[in-house]
Nanobody, 125 residues
Framework: QVQLMESGGGSVQAGGSLRLSCAAS????????MAWFRQASGKEREGIVR???????RYADSVQGRFTSVQDKANNILYLEMNNLKPEDTAMYYC???????????????????WGQGTQVSVSS
């Protein structure tokens, strides 16, 4: 049974950093595509990072250069390192996975099979 569990959210001031974790079970990291999404209150869910099974990682323009996502395959954990946080980064953050080679960040993202419960990130100015 595939399960994803995020942790690491919290409250920080603008310019600060946080590291989110997504602990995966039921499959081996790297065999499924993975992605990070976020959803601010009253807004649509936004895909921000995509990790393909071929090792490619892609970032949305909104986080490019500030966020980095890496896979710890030894411990089956996906990390999202967030630096230079801005108030507009405030949102619930989710990790997602699917047996597809590439997880869509737009369009058919709601067809991704596995989601974590989310972790809240709040950035104050």
């Amino acid at each position: 049974q595939v399960q994803l569990m995020e942790s690491g959210g919290g409250s920080v001031q603008a310019g600060g950093s946080l590291r989110l974790s997504c602990a995966a079970s039921g499959y081996t990291l790297g065999n499924y595509c993975m992605a990070w999404f976020r959803q601010a209150s009253g807004k649509e869910r936004e895909g921000i990072v995509r990790l393909d099974t071929d090792g490619t990682t892609r970032y949305a323009d909104s986080v490019q250069g500030r966020f980095t996502s890496v896979q710890d395959k030894a411990n089956n954990i996906l990390y999202l390192e967030m630096n230079n946080l801005k108030p507009e980064d405030t949102a619930m953050y989710y990790c997602a996975a699917d047996p597809w080679p590439r997880c869509p960040l737009e369009g058919s993202w709601n067809r991704l099979n596995y989601w974590g419960q989310g972790t809240q990130v709040s950035v104050s100015s």
